[in-house]
Nanobody, 127 residues
Framework: VQLQASGGGLVQAGGSLRLSCAAS????????LGWFRQAPGKEREFVAI???????YYSDSVKGRFTVSRDDAKSTFYLQMNSLKPEDTAVYYC??????????????????????WGQGTLVTVSS
């Protein structure tokens, strides 16, 4: 599976961006989508998780502002980001996992749970 992330850029605080993650290859057995971000000098942190059969799960820092969606016909996943804040500035990554486990969705909040990663796209929010 290959992932191509795009859609990052420079936006003013309060603005919006939509990130895309195009998947190619053997995606039929991919069960979990994750969006992560990494700010300079910080660890990679989860932003949103979408496990097959579940509602999306968001980190507290983005809940109510970010939304994940997917277009199966295009094999593309999206992260709609609204009401952006300067603290949202980071490189954003999409990731997929073909390991479907029941239990708490928080299991997938760790980057280590994912097999496939996009290359990252930079989001910069100016104040």
């Amino acid at each position: 599976v290959q992932l191509q992330a795009s859609g990052g850029g420079l936006v003013q605080a309060g603005g919006s961006l939509r990130l895309s993650c195009a998947a190619s290859g053997r995606t039929f057995n991919v069960f979990v989508l994750g969006w992560f971000r990494q700010a300079p000098g910080k660890e990679r942190e989860f932003v949103a998780i979408r496990r097959s059969g579940d509602s999306p799960y968001y980190s507290d820092s983005v809940k109510g502002r970010f939304t994940v969606s997917r277009d199966d016909a295009k094999s593309t996943f999206y992260l709609q980001m609204n009401s952006l804040k300067p603290e949202d500035t980071a490189v954003y990554y999409c990731a997929l996992s073909n390991r479907l486990l029941s239990g708490s969705v928080l299991y997938y909040s760790s980057p280590a749970r994912y097999n496939y990663w996009g290359q990252g796209t930079l989001v910069t929010v100016s104040s």
